[in-house]
Each structure stands twice: as structure tokens, then as C-alpha cells.
Nanobody, 126 residues
Framework: QLQLVESGGGLVQPGGSLRLSCAAS????????IGWFRQVPGKEREGVSC????????YYADSAKGRFTISRDNAKNTVYLEMSSLKPEDTGVYYC???????????????????WGQGTQVSVSS
């Protein structure tokens, strides 16, 4: 079992920055790949970024490339998502999720992940 807790969301103006954190407990953290997903009302959860558990390789959705940076600190059992140049369309509830046996074809598919946090709201508005 793995428990995940997100933090760091909030209201920010367009062009601003936020750092989200995903703190894990309860199991061997560095074994899991961690993904960040965004959800807005009426839409399915959308994969934003993912970091592998073994070699720390990072992956980004096109919407996040060049603006978001994912990283992990296995000593602290925490994954971070640094978001900059934020746009109104980045608004949503951001969830972190943990999974195993993911690959390039599945890492942005939400139902391939085993454990989820409760989410943190990010609102980008002037």
C-alpha cells in the first residue's frame, strides 16, 4: 500500500509559477513511477508528466513541455512538479498517482495507475 498527499496548489496569475509536491508513505517509494494528472469538470483525467521509479526518466505531455519540470527526491519520498509560465488552461485539480509496469504507451493513461492522492486545486486567472 502507498499513500499519496499532494500540496502546493493555489491561485496564480497567468505567467506565474507554482510548485506542487506529492509526498508518499507506506511502501517502497522508489519502486514506483509517479505521474501527475489534471482534471477539469466534465473531462477525463489528463496526463501532464511522469517520472520513472528506476532511473528517474521524465516524460511530458505536449502541453507541459518547456514549462513544467518533474523531479523526485527518493530520500524524502517526494515528487515535485515545478510549473512556470502558467496559462488559464492549466487550471484544474492536479492529482499525483503511483504505478508499476508502465511504459511509453501507458504512462499517461490514468487507469494504469494503482494509487492516487486526493488532489490539489490549481487556478490560473487574472
Amino acid at each position: 500500500q502507498l499513500q499519496l498527499v499532494e500540496s502546493g496548489g493555489g491561485l496564480v496569475q497567468p505567467g506565474g509559477s507554482l510548485r506542487l509536491s506529492c509526498a508518499a508513505s507506506g511502501s517502497t517509494f522508489d519502486y514506483y513511477a509517479i505521474g501527475w494528472f489534471r482534471q477539469v469538470p466534465g473531462k477525463e483525467r489528463e496526463g501532464v508528466s511522469c517520472i520513472s521509479g528506476t532511473d528517474g526518466q521524465t516524460y511530458y505531455a505536449d502541453s507541459a513541455k518547456g514549462r513544467f519540470t518533474i523531479s523526485r527526491d527518493n530520500a524524502k519520498n517526494t515528487v515535485y512538479l515545478e510549473m512556470s509560465s502558467l496559462k488559464p488552461e492549466d487550471t484544474g485539480v492536479y492529482y499525483c498517482a503511483a504505478g508499476t509496469h508502465l511504459n511509453m504507451a501507458t504512462m499517461f493513461i490514468w487507469n494504469q495507475y494503482e494509487y492516487w492522492g486526493q488532489g490539489t486545486q490549481v487556478s490560473v486567472s487574472s
